[in-house]
């Protein structure tokens, strides 16, 4: 009875396991395809300055325009894409795809501080500086224009430090991801070359009334001041969190509340609108 219960036990996960192994063989094979047939787009999402709400940067996120399915969330296939070792190639391509979204808008005499570029660990390799002053001769974009936004549990791995050295003083700009939710050991943020810390949406969206979040939030207000990092908080969705972030004195926010991210030519449209310069396909016809 038990044996035979066991069995079919047995045969039921060894079918849903060959299913779910054929899902995920169809969906690195997908995935591959997307790089070759350029189905990935990167969006982006505008960083503000309170009170003035002028942009003061935005954070590149990818999406991947699937022709069936649609508009696909990296939440989706990031994560697959970290497991499969894909996400190196992917990162690739954003980077690429970043920089040169950049050197557009400078061409344009757009003005934009900064552009954010998620970076996943397994980019985090020694040859990674190398690939990135490539780039950036190539289209002639100094560093300063960008920031590499890591995770706290990439600081975590070993021998990490000569490579953030290496980026830093090349000039990028190093941000924190997602800060709070990793690690609680503070200790390592004073021995890395760190500008930013992004607080973590999490916290940021229970504000004000949550008393444990508002209390999170205040420290990690007290962590930035006293080691001399600024801060930008993300997942803003209301003017109450605004107003609470502002009030202990972190101006730099990004959130749905101000606005979404948003496709290239959006993101153009609204900063030709501005800085008040006169849109190309809104120039006038010459009489
Ligand atoms: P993240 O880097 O923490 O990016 C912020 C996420 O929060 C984005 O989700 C953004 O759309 C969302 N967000 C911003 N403001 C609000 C808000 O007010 N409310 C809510 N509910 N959400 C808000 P998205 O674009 O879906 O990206 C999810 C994650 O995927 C990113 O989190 C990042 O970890 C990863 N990701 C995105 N693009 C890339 C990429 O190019 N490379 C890598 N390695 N990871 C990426
Ligand atoms: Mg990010
Ligand atoms: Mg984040
Ligand atoms: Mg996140």
Redesign the pocket.
Known sequence: QRAKKNNQNYLFYSSEMNRRSLDRIKLEAELHHALDLNQFE??F?PQIDLPSKKIMGA?????WRHPQKGMI???SF?PF??ETGL?VA??SW?LNE?ISQIAEWKKSGLKLNRL?????AL?FKPQLPDELSAILSYHKIPAELVEL?L?ESLLMGNGQSGLLNQLHSSGFSLAL??FGTGYSNLAYLQHYPIDYL?I??SF??ALPDNLHSAAIVRSIVDIASNLGLKLIA????TKAQADYLAQLGCHLI????YY??MCAADFTQLLIKQQGKESPTLRKPKP
């Open positions: 990167l969006f999402q954070e590149a996120l990818i999406r969330p990296p939440s990031i894409a970290e996400i992917i990162g954003v970043a954010a570029i998620n970076l996943s980019q936004e995770t991801d997602d992004k973590d949406q940021v969206q993300e997942g803003v969705e990004q959130g749905y509340y979404k991210p």
